[in-house]
Nanobody
Framework: QVQLVESGGGLVQAGGSLRLSCAAS????????MGWFRRAPGKERELVAR????????YYADSVKGRFTISRDSAKNTVYLQMNSLKPEDTAVYYC????????????WGQGTQVTVSS
């Protein structure tokens, strides 16, 4: 089993920044992908960014490209989401998730952390 624990959410004014962290523990895999998702009230869950643990290649949704940066610290088994120039429409519960087979199916999920951006 894998446990994912997010932290770093909160309330911030538009234009501000937050950094989310997701610490992974438990079983390890040789190659996997970590992703950050979000779900806003009344909207479907959205993949925000993902990173391949081996190699570090990244993907960003168009809505966050140029404002958000995903990164990882292998020594700490932690993935980060640096969020800059936040907008009210970024308000959502953010989840980290792990895709152990790199097949775009996420097998493990964190509990979520709330991000609220005030205008």
């Amino acid at each position: 089993q894998v446990q994912l624990v997010e932290s770093g959410g909160g309330l911030v004014q538009a234009g501000g920044s937050l950094r989310l962290s997701c610490a992974a523990s438990g079983r390890t895999f040789s190659s996997y992908v970590m992703g950050w998702f979000r779900r806003a009230p009344g909207k479907e869950r959205e993949l925000v960014a993902r990173i391949r643990w081996s190699g570090g290649s990244t993907y960003y949704a168009d809505s966050v490209k140029g404002r958000f940066t995903i990164s990882r610290d292998s020594a700490k088994n932690t993935v980060y989401l640096q969020m800059n120039s936040l907008k009210p429409e970024d308000t959502a519960v953010y989840y980290c998730a792990l895709d152990r087979h790199t097949d775009a199916v996420y097998d493990y999920w964190g509990q979520g952390t709330q991000v609220t951006v005030s205008s």
